[in-house]
T-cell receptor, first 112, second 110 residues
């Protein structure tokens, strides 16, 4: 079974802090994704990566950056957390466009 | 730009009922369509993936159909159970990036 894990289920941070969200997949997938999910807005793509050290902006990249130094690991970075970044963050991976996408359990981030 | 719509946003049915969840999309140039289930506060679980060349896929009590030309997919759940209560999302992709609907929150009453 494909497994996508995220470093924390719940996280509470202060405004202005630098925040790291880690995601690891164990199936050697090429593509990895970071989404945020908010009530009424659905899932929105923040960034995705199609290979090591490769990344592309999604629909809402402002205030975020990403890092993919190893194929299995994709990190989302909030350089200076703000209260409007309080959300559920979901990581996903898939091998390619014809394959299933798999999600991690999510990280509920609260920025105070 | 692809848009995915799921109506209604919420549905409540009695246990044992067969039900159909609808998904529509505006651009028929898709590779595939995927149905997911999400329990409250959790991540998404993949239920079924239908390639654009396929008409349907089945897994247990679930059957998903795809009509690419009309931009529609349905998820059929047979003999619904309280454990089926969750939010069901569909997603389509012209490439590796999926566009998601906002989901249908299903409640199955005992």
């Amino acid at each position: 079974d494909v497994k996508v894990t995220q470093s924390s289920r719940y996280l509470v941070k202060r405004t202005g802090e630098k925040v790291f969200l880690e995601c690891v997949q164990d199936m050697d997938h090429e593509n990895m994704f970071w989404y945020r999910q908010d009530p009424g807005l659905g899932l929105r793509l923040i960034y995705f990566s199609y290979d090591v050290k490769m990344k592309e902006k999604g629909d809402i990249p402002e205030g975020y950056s990403v890092s993919r130094e190893k194929k299995e690991r994709f990190s989302l970075i909030l350089e200076s957390a703000s209260t409007n970044q309080t959300s559920m963050y979901l990581c996903a991976s898939r091998e390619g466009a014809y394959n299933e996408q798999f999600f991690g359990p999510g990280t509920r981030l609260t920025v105070l | 730009k692809q848009e995915v719509t799921q109506i209604p946003a919420a549905l409540s049915v009695p246990e044992g009922e067969n039900l159909v969840l609808n998904c529509s999309f505006t651009d028929s140039a898709i590779y595939n369509l995927q149905w997911f289930r999400q329990d409250p506060g959790k991540g998404l679980t993949s239920l079924l993936l239908i390639q654009s060349s396929q008409r349907e896929q089945t897994s247990g009590r679930l059957n998903a159909s795809l009509d690419k030309s009309s931009g529609r997919s349905t998820l059929y759940i047979a003999a619904s159970q309280p454990g089926d209560s969750a939010t069901y999302l569909c997603a389509v992709g012209p490439n590796s990036k999926l566009t998601f609907g906002k989901g249908i929150t299903l409640s199955v009453r005992p």
